[in-house]
């Protein structure tokens, strides 16, 4: 019989440190008496970006010019618990250029700086590694579409990520925290407690590993097709190898992280590195009013989604606690704000709108929801937050905002309260009430209900079995990669219609999942 292991309910010290932790490494620089322009920052994370992120040592020897075969690491006591660069680099969106003086310039100092590092002691406070978490484990679902990635950090917690496949287009699901705090009675991350806050460097460590399972099945797509494949598949095969949209709705409130959440965030949109568009990122709150304001004024440009539940206050307190002393109306509010920020922006911007008061008319919503969404997500339970009346309380609540709403099947987890899921046909009427308050209204569709897809389902699991055998886990054993990342081979996708556009869902749904539900619309 396995031996037990006891649950670690904190974080320990980072060491080494994430290099993508922009602010540890600009800390740390300064300590040694290195400043660094926000030019040469910004160079320095270009050139890993595009290096496709391998271990420091190599990279270092990138900097200095020196030629380094790649997949031979020069010094195995880096401290390094990264991926191995024999891996695959994933593709970026424009690579380094190879032309004579094109690269930029970096000071000797922060050179000496990274070298010194790589022979640093393991235990260092200063030391730094690219990167510092691994894949533990990652399935596949039967349809190729997605898949679920259990990521170790480097003191052992575990947390979730999952990647989704859509027609020419990829989404990632990130996690923020370790467990979460806010005790949703429904959502299997609850249960858990919070146990700690990831680091940016963390978080952004996630798309690195998503990104080379896509290089790996992009690579061997083009290695197994016929000869002759005409160019738009290959177009096609060409774009599912990058990341267009993060959505932080895995494990954790990312508002309760927010100092680290706003700068992955921001290295996600920089040009320079992620590129991603700021309409393609999206950040998910249960409700920190305090916060949803903060990244009003910080980021307003990112798309801001409020996990409601609920229609009123007394129903949304008792199935998500932390509801507690923030009234529902604030909530919707602030949702509202966030919406309007740009719009709201450009109107003071012009001398002759200063008599205009924050009250939008319809023609300046319509455009606002075009060019940035705010969604309400709403969870699907059988009992008071589904009944007929509750629909209509929703529609009203939302009335006249153009506010997106995503209604959530429940995916069953082994939660204290025995929930369920209504019925498709009671769905479906919920959906065309709440739409006839003027709100857009969905049914997200089920994705990845074969591989434990819920939020904080698969970690859960993983350690209420509590083994020490890491391969008697919850995933079929000819079916999951320990210890590295090789990517899952797929199935042919089956045709059909593509899910960006879940309104009409098919009553045959297979058995739902909250979380990946919960990512389509983002897409």
């Known amino acids: 019989m396995a031996a037990k292991q006891q649950v670690k309910r904190f974080r320990d010290p980072l060491c080494p440190k994430p290099l993508l932790d922009r602010a540890a490494f600009d800390k740390a620089l300064k300590a040694n ?91 260092s406070d200063e030391k730094f590694a690219t990167i510092t978490s691994k894949v533990q484990m990652h399935q596949t679902s039967a349809d190729g579409t997605t898949t679920k990635l259990a990521v170790e950090l480097q003191d052992g917690h575990v947390v979730e990520s999952v990647l989704m496949r859509h027609e020419g287009r990829c989404t990632l699901c990130v996690s923020s925290q370790v467990g979460c705090a806010m005790g949703c009675t429904f959502c299997a991350t609850g249960t858990m407690g919070i146990r700690g806050s990831l680091s940016s460097g963390e978080i952004l460590e996630q798309l690195v590993h998503a990104s080379k399972i896509l290089s790996e099945e992009s690579r061997d797509d083009m290695m197994t097709d016929e000869e002759g494949t005409d160019r738009k598949r290959q177009k096609k095969q060409k774009r599912m190898d990058l990341i267009r949209n993060i959505v932080f709705m895995g494990m954790g409130e990312p508002l309760n992280n927010y100092r680290n959440v706003l700068a992955a965030c921001r290295a996600m949109i920089d040009r320079r590195l992620w590129n991603l568009a700021h309409n393609r990122v999206t950040v ?182 509590q083994v020490l055998d890491i391969e008697d886990g919850p995933f079929p054993k000819d079916n999951v990669k320990f210890g590295r990342i090789v990517a899952t081979p797929r199935r042919k996708k089956s045709s059909g219609t593509d899910s960006s556009s879940s309104e009409e869902s098919s009553g045959k749904q297979q058995p739902t999942d909250r979380l990946l539900h919960q990512l389509t619309v983002a897409t």
């Open 284 to 465: 998910s709150t249960v409700g920190v009013a305090s916060r949803m304001r903060d990244l009003t004024r910080d980021l307003p440009e990112v798309i801001l989604a409020l996990s409601l539940h609920a229609p009123n206050q007394p129903m949304r307190e008792k199935i998500v606690p932390s509801a507690k002393g923030t009234p529902i109306e604030s909530l919707i509010e602030a949702l509202d704000s966030h919406m309007m920020a740009l719009t709201k922006r450009k109107l003071l911007e012009n001398p002759q709108e200063d008599d205009k008061t924050t009250d939008f008319n319809i023609e300046e919503r319509q455009s606002a929801s075009k060019k940035k969404r705010a969604m309400i997500e709403y969870v699907m339970l059988v009992g008071d937050t589904s009944t007929i009346e509750a629909a209509h309380q929703l529609g009203k609540l939302c009335e006249g905002r153009h506010l997106v709403v995503n209604l959530i099947p429940y995916n069953k987890t082994d939660v204290k309260d025995k929930l369920d899921c209504p019925t498709e046909e009671h769905m479906q009427e919920f959906r065309r009430i709440v739409s006839s308050y003027g709100s857009f209204c969905s049914i997200r569709r089920t994705m990845g209900a074969d591989i434990a897809g819920a939020c904080g389902q698969l970690v859960v699991e993983q350690e209420k079995k």
């Open 33 to 123: 008496g290195i400043t660094l322009s926000e030019h040469h920052f910004d160079n320095f994370y270009q050139r890993l970006h595009r290096s496709g992120y391998p271990p420091l040592d190599e990279f270092v020897a990138e900097l200095r010019g020196e030629v380094v075969e790649k997949g031979v690491s020069n010094n195995a006591d880096d401290g390094s618990v990264s991926v191995a660069s024999n891996t695959t680099n994933f593709r970026t969106k424009n690579s380094v250029s190879s032309r004579p003086g094109r690269k930029a310039q970096l000071p000797k100092a922060l050179l000496e700086f990274l070298s010194n590092n790589v022979s640093a002691e393991a235990d």
